[in-house]
């Protein structure tokens, strides 16, 4: 199968579904002629024109509140967001309106917005760096996506921007031109399908986005110790595939789930919490969440990479599990 | 009659057509009057819960706006939006079952006061936070230009909002794109107690408009035929594609914030409500139908009486109605795959 990055992955998902329905389209600051700041939206202008590929101001809130309301009389707006650090200056009508409308009207109105972030420390600092996607579960309404796979971004996308229900999907800096296998033929993958990215019966780690191929690099390490780990991306954290957890859980018997996020309040938490709740009597010991520290983030590498866990951590506390 | 030359042959000449519409006009404020009277009687009652923010003394500013508008341009209101839903020809049965959290109400009851919602009227929402709905509008304006229709959306909004970021990205954002959407505030000279003396930088909000490149117009908001004139031409404008316009309308709320707030005193004289009651926008208007001999006194009698018969029945309706069913509470969290609210 040919290789290509996340980056191209996610322009090709854009590029089709804009192809097929004239409803879809991207607002957001430098997606024109820039391109997109990562790249994403290289070429789309040139093929889709500046009414359906539009350069905003630096308005986030306004152009939030703008996919909200072309929305809701029948377009599927795409609005890319930089950082997803800058989404504090437009919560309101994420979560005030996008995630609301359709539940207080009873399904009468529908908001198929499609809300593209990238998150990850890259070396940028505290504003430009962190991993905020227990905000938007904690919000009830939206959905939240997290690929950590060229293959993945591609096919949820997809299913993203032809949903009904409003998205964050959230990409991530350091993936954007990581290689993986992408067929050639037209793909989705459903949200609420968690993927195992590596089988194995005596350790299930989660992981989500970049911390996925994290835990994929300490279970090659296990391996050669001897100690088999499965590694599962949940894809999507809302909805969230507890089902494929459990049903790993029961066959391995220990937990730990990864993320960049901050440990405390995280998806981990909440993902333990479910698995707890569903499997208490398969758990051999208690199980762990492994996130970035408490902090904001800093900028000096040392101290970045102190702050983000890395597969030495996974190893470690695997280790101490056994 | 003078105000009615409003350049878009909305009205054309005074004919039939142009006294129906005059007495519809009339029949909304009305409407929306008594809707407000009765429903705080509800609400002291318990029978309506939450808040409750009354529309009253501002009918002009609703009736007039709303007059000009098709039935399939769009309109984004506020926490105070009661006025604008029956504008827009809001059923006054929904929307008094809503506020009794009832299962027949425009929203199942989920809604409630501050955030009535009717894609059946164009009512795309309500909402609670001040300054959030106005991006909205403007959204749907671009939607209306990218479908290549010539709807036309128009926001409701305070003075209070227009302090927020929310208003100035919209404004700006509008103008940037020329899109068809009008932006009506309402200045009621109070945010909650602040006067707006104390929390704009400016005497006119109106002026914040050079700031963007659009027109920005003041009109009487107790007049509701020169909110009528003006809006009409904002959405004549509007829908030629002229990019957007803000209009602020001078109006007052005669009541407190909400039907709660204790004590209005704390803020402004009784002297100062009693001045704007004597500009009640429904007199004003009747007065002027009769002055004009549009309309006999008996005719505007009928009006009012009907009025207050349908508000009756839809208070009927709404106590009649069921509430929605606890069972369904996690429903329509999301439309694909409805069962994943977990």
């Known amino acids: 199968m040919r290789e290509i990055t996340y980056c191209e992955a996610l322009r090709e ?23 997109g700041w990562f790249t994403v939206s290289k ?18 809130s306004a152009m939030i509140g703008l996919g909200v309301g072309a929305a809701l009389t029948g377009l599927r707006p795409i609005v890319d967001i930089y950082f997803i650090d800058l989404v504090a200056v437009c919560m309101d009508p994420i979560v005030n309106l996008a995630a609301a409308l359709g539940y207080v009207s009873e399904g009468r109105v529908k908001v198929p917005l499609v809300i593209r972030v990238t998150g990850g420390g890259t070396g940028q600092g505290h504003d430009h760096g962190k991993s905020l996607e227990a905000w938007f579960v904690h919000t009830a309404g939206l959905k939240v996506a997290m690929p950590s796979t060229p293959y993945d971004a591609k096919g949820l996308l997809k299913t993203a921007i032809t949903g009904d229900d409003p998205v964050i999907f959230i990409e991530h800096k350091l993936l954007y031109f990581k ?12 949200f609420g399908e968690a993927d195992i990215k590596k089988e194995g019966n005596q350790f299930t780690i989660v992981a989500t986005s970049l911390m996925v191929r994290e835990a994929l690099k300490a279970a090659e390490e296990l391996e050669k110790e001897g100690i088999s780990a499965e590694v599962i991306d949940p894809r999507t954290l809302i909805p969230l595939d507890i089902q494929t957890i459990v049903s790993s859980v029961r066959k391995t018997s220990r937990l730990i789930v990864v993320h960049e996020a901050c440990e405390r309040g995280g998806i981990g938490a909440e993902i333990v919490r479910q698995v707890v709740d569903r499997a208490f009597d398969s758990l051999d010991v208690a199980p762990k969440v492994i996130g970035a520290k408490n902090i904001p983030l800093p900028y000096s590498k040392p101290l970045e990479s102190a702050a983000i866990p890395s597969a030495k951590d996974i190893i470690r506390t695997v280790k101490e599990l056994m | 009659m003078e105000s009615l030359r409003l350049g878009n042959n909305y009205f054309g000449k005074r004919n039939e057509l142009d006294k129906d519409k005059l007495l519809e006009m009339l029949r909304k404020m009305y409407r929306i009057r008594f809707f407000e009277e009765k429903g705080e009687n509800l609400y002291k009652s318990g029978l309506i819960t939450g808040d409750f923010h009354q529309y009253i003394g501002e009918e002009a500013v609703a ?16 926490h105070r939006g009661h006025g604008h ?3 827009k020809g809001g ?3 929904k929307m008094m079952a809503e506020l009794l959290g009832r299962k027949t109400g425009y929203c199942g009851g989920r809604a409630g006061d501050m955030h009535m919602l009717s894609m059946d009227i164009g009512l795309l929402a309500s909402v609670g936070t001040v ?23 128009l926001a409701f909004f305070g003075d209070g909002a227009t302090n927020t970021g929310a208003f100035h990205e919209s404004l700006n954002l509008a103008s940037v794109w020329k899109l068809p959407v009008v932006f009506v505030c309402e200045n009621n000279l109070y945010g909650v107690s602040l006067r707006v003396s104390e929390s704009s930088g400016v005497e006119d909000i109106a002026d914040r408009a050079t700031s963007y490149g659009i027109p920005g117009e003041i009109v009487d908001g107790m007049d509701v035929l020169a909110v009528c004139g003006t809006v009409a031409e904002a959405v004549s404008k509007a829908r030629e594609g002229g990019g957007p316009s803000l209009i602020e309308c001078k109006t007052y709320r005669f009541g407190p914030h909400w039907v709660g707030d204790p004590d209005p005193s704390i803020y402004r004289s009784d002297e100062e409500v009693q001045k704007w009651k004597e500009k009640d926008p429904i007199l004003v208007f009747r007065s002027k139908l009769l002055e004009d001999r549009i ?13 207050e018969e349908e508000i009756e029945e839809a208070i009927e309706f709404a106590k009649n109605s069921p509430f929605p069913d606890p069972d369904t509470v996690e429903n329509y969290v999301y439309h694909s795959e409805r069962e994943i609210s977990r």
Do not use: H, N
């Open chain 1, 179 to 190: 290689k993986g296998p992408v067929p050639e033929e037209e793909y989705t993958i459903p």
């Open chain 2, 131 to 153: 300054g959030g709905g106005i991006s909205t509008a403007v959204g749907a304006a671009f939607s209306s230009r990218y479908r290549g229709s010539e709807q036309v959306a």
């Open chain 1, 13 to 35: 998902a854009l590029r089709e579904e804009m192809r097929k329905d004239q409803s879809v389209f991207m607002i957001g600051e430098d997606v024109g002629r820039f391109g």
């Open chain 2, 295 to 307: 309309f006999k006194e008996r005719k505007l009698d009928a009006v009012k009486e009907l009025v």
């Open chain 1, 43 to 60: 070429g789309l202008l040139a093929e889709f024109g500046g009414a359906r590929i539009k350069d905003t101001p630096i308005s986030e």
């Open chain 2, 91 to 93: 059923d006054i049965k």
């Open chain 2, 85 to 87: 839903c029956i504008a």
């Open chain 2, 63 to 78: 009736v007039g706006a709303c007059a000009v508008l098709r039935d399939d341009d769009y309109i984004v209101s506020t």
